[in-house]
């Protein structure tokens, strides 16, 4: 990519003058074209660091750079700007050259032959899946698509939740309450009723919770009876999963449970108390204690034996490295799990579990309910996934009626479910993740504006155009021609080549939004372009590069939002 070429260049100077490391030189895509096409706060590190003046610090490497053959040979100008970045412009010729490449996915390998885990959706079985969930879920598989686009090798795995004293607890209510005809007739809603029914009555009979502890410790000891719940359970679960995610489109490599690891955790508990990472408690308990990491002690086994989520964890990142053998491995999970990884991945470094893996919590807001309170399942507090994806496409299907009502209920129905789902999806993916969203029916299923139906139609309307024109892919035109297209060209050839920059930056900083916002900046500036530079009525030499434009434009469009894991359409 040309922004890496020029950091190579930027770090070059910045250790020439100030023995700068290179790895601390960033090379970035502006916010705004106004100004230039890739800027770097190098000076202001450097000022930071060493204590020079930023102007000096900056002056002293574009007069460095100014030597430099790239950069003369790629930027049609370099200009000191604000606190002390420094922006480059770079020659329309450059981007022209590249531009019939942008599309090719070889072309910007830049995780090849690097394997990435990523760990996301995890739902817990025996619940519904609710609007909760979809944040680890799109997030997840955004990412995952994100780094495959960009040449690694991606493992999708789910997590679920089958594993720990809820289980217990459910069994329990089952045995004192749960009739086999009604949850056989609508398993999840039955179970999710006798959770929410045992957390009641916990409040009058706290023994109960001493009580889902032992139903828990006998599955556990694989105690017969309750290991066919469990399986049972599951099964239904699973089932019921399948048809959301097939829905949204997502898909794993590996769905395993905590449950998988449960054979290993004795072992795990074992090691860090034969290497002395643990202690063990008089009461039985197993803690390790990592104040040198200035985080409180985290317990691995409970006084009666009984493992916890991080045990769990633990066992399960012993094996995937162990079997993977992964550059990454990155946890899609909540905010408020943030010392939990904080404690587990610091534990795993400890005992050599993932010496050579970076493990990195990939950290979300919450999404609340109107009331502003956080959606807890055990209370009954949750809105259905299934029902926000049913009425996103209800809404979805009134805008397509009324836009195409000629159109077959067949293909409203499809285009109707593509829309709406994309709508969803892209409401989320294009927020920043550590942000809490309060759920809100109107803002969730908002159809215009910064949405995903806005960039779906905008792909229609190219794909009607090159239609018109015949259809086919045009070439892009040569070099010498340049001088005949207008201002708003020149944008939007500057704008798509910003994509891979955008796609590795969403990369790097596992943010999906950075690749939403650039989506949406493509589509402005092509919809301006639209209705201000004639394509078809351009002379042939104008109309083959704007043709060329659309074409390319599209197909960015279309390759970033099936990234987010939106849809697109042809029509609408």
Same mark, same amino acid.
């Given at each position: 990519m040309l922004s890496q070429k020029l950091q190579a260049e930027v770090a070059k100077a910045a250790h020439k003058h100030y023995q700068f490391k %290179?790895?601390?030189?960033?090379?970035?895509?502006?916010?705004?074209?106004?100004?230039?096409?890739?800027?770097?706060?190098?000076?202001?590190?450097?000022?930071?660091?060493?204590?020079?003046?930023?102007?000096?610090?900056?002056?002293? *490497?574009?007069?460095?750079?100014?030597?430099?053959?790239?950069?003369?040979?790629?930027?049609?100008?370099?200009?000191?700007?604000?606190?002390?970045? *420094?922006?480059?412009?770079?020659?329309?010729?450059?981007?022209? !050259?590249?531009?019939?490449?942008?599309?090719?996915?070889? !072309?910007?390998?830049?995780?090849?032959?690097? !394997?990435?885990?990523?760990?996301?959706?995890?739902?817990?079985? %025996?619940?519904?899946?609710?609007?909760?969930?979809?944040?680890?879920?799109?997030?997840?598989?955004?990412?995952?698509? *994100?780094?495959?686009?960009?040449?690694?090798?991606?493992?999708?795995?789910?997590?679920?939740?089958?594993?720990?004293t809820q289980f217990g607890k459910l069994i329990a209510a089952y045995k004192r309450w749960g009739k086999r005809e009604q949850v056989k007739k609508a398993p999840i809603e039955e179970m999710l009723k006798l959770y929410v029914k045992f957390h009641e009555e916990m409040k009058t009979e706290p023994e109960l919770e001493t009580e889902g502890q032992r139903e828990f410790l006998k599955l556990e000891q694989g105690n017969r009876q309750n290991k066919a719940l469990w399986n049972w359970f599951k099964h239904e679960s699973?089932?019921?999963?399948?048809?959301?995610?097939?829905?949204?489109?997502?898909?794993?490599?590996?769905?395993?449970?905590?449950?998988?690891?449960?054979?290993?955790?004795?072992?795990?508990?074992?090691?860090?108390?034969?290497?002395?990472?643990?202690?063990?408690n008089s009461d039985g308990s197993v803690v390790v204690h990592l104040e040198a990491e200035s985080?409180?002690?985290?317990?691995?086994?409970?006084?009666?034996?009984?493992?916890?989520?991080?045990?769990?964890?633990l066992a399960a990142i012993r094996y995937r490295v162990k079997k993977f053998k992964p550059n990454k491995i990155l946890y899609v999970v909540g905010n408020e799990q943030a010392l939990h990884f904080d404690q587990v991945f610091s534990i795993a470094k400890l005992a050599g579990y993932a010496s050579s893996t970076e493990l990195r919590h990939i950290k979300y807001g919450l999404i609340l309910g109107e009331d502003k309170q956080k959606l807890a399942t055990r209370e009954g507090r949750i809105i259905p996934l299934a029902d926000v994806l049913n009425k996103a496409h209800e809404l979805a299907y009134k805008i397509v009626q009324n836009k195409n009502p000629s159109l077959p209920s067949k293909v409203k129905e499809r285009i109707a479910e593509a829309v709406g789902v994309g709508s969803v999806k892209y409401n989320d993916l294009s927020q920043n993740r550590h942000t809490d969203i309060t759920f809100n029916w109107q803002k969730m299923l908002e159809l215009e504006g910064n949405s995903a139906p806005y960039l779906q139609y905008t792909y229609v309307r190219l794909k009607s155009v090159?239609?018109?024109?015949?259809?086919?892919?045009?070439?892009?035109?040569?070099?010498?021609?340049?001088?005949?297209?207008?201002?708003q060209d020149l944008i939007v050839l500057r704008t798509l080549m910003r994509y891979p920059e955008f796609l590795r930056r969403a990369a790097e900083d596992c943010g999906p939004h950075l690749l939403a916002a650039y989506l949406y900046e493509l589509a402005n500036q092509v919809n301006i372009f639209y209705h201000v530079a004639p394509v078809i009525k351009a002379e042939s030499t104008l109309r083959i590069f704007r043709l060329s434009l659309i074409s390319i434009a599209a197909e960015v469009i279309k390759e970033g939002l099936n990234i987010l894991g939106i849809t697109t359409v042809e029509q609408m």
């Open positions: %290179a790895e601390e030189v960033e090379v970035e895509p502006t916010r705004e074209l106004s100004h230039g096409d890739l800027t770097t706060n190098v000076a202001l590190k450097i000022a930071s660091k060493w204590g020079v003046p930023v102007r000096q610090a900056a002056e002293t *490497i574009t007069d460095e750079l100014k030597q430099s053959r790239l950069v003369n040979t790629v930027c049609s100008r370099m200009e000191i700007a604000g606190p002390g970045f *420094i922006n480059f412009w770079i020659k329309p010729t450059v981007f022209l !050259k590249q531009l019939p490449e942008l599309i090719k996915s070889q !072309k910007r390998n830049i995780y090849k032959g690097q !394997k990435v885990l990523v760990e996301f959706s995890s739902p817990n079985i %025996a619940k519904p899946m609710h609007v909760g969930h979809i944040r680890s879920t799109i997030i997840g598989a955004a990412l995952a698509n *994100i780094y495959q686009a960009l040449g690694a090798n991606v493992y999708r795995l789910n997590h679920l939740g089958d594993w720990g699973l089932m019921e999963f399948e048809v959301l995610y097939k829905r949204l489109g997502v898909k794993f490599s590996h769905v395993t449970g905590e449950s998988y690891y449960e054979p290993m955790l004795k072992g795990v508990v074992a090691e860090l108390l034969r290497r002395k990472f643990a202690t063990k985080l409180p002690p985290c317990l691995v086994q409970k006084s009666d034996g009984g493992s916890l989520y991080a045990t769990r964890d090159l239609k018109k024109a015949g259809g086919k892919r045009h070439p892009v035109m040569s070099v010498k021609s340049l001088a005949s297209v207008g201002e």
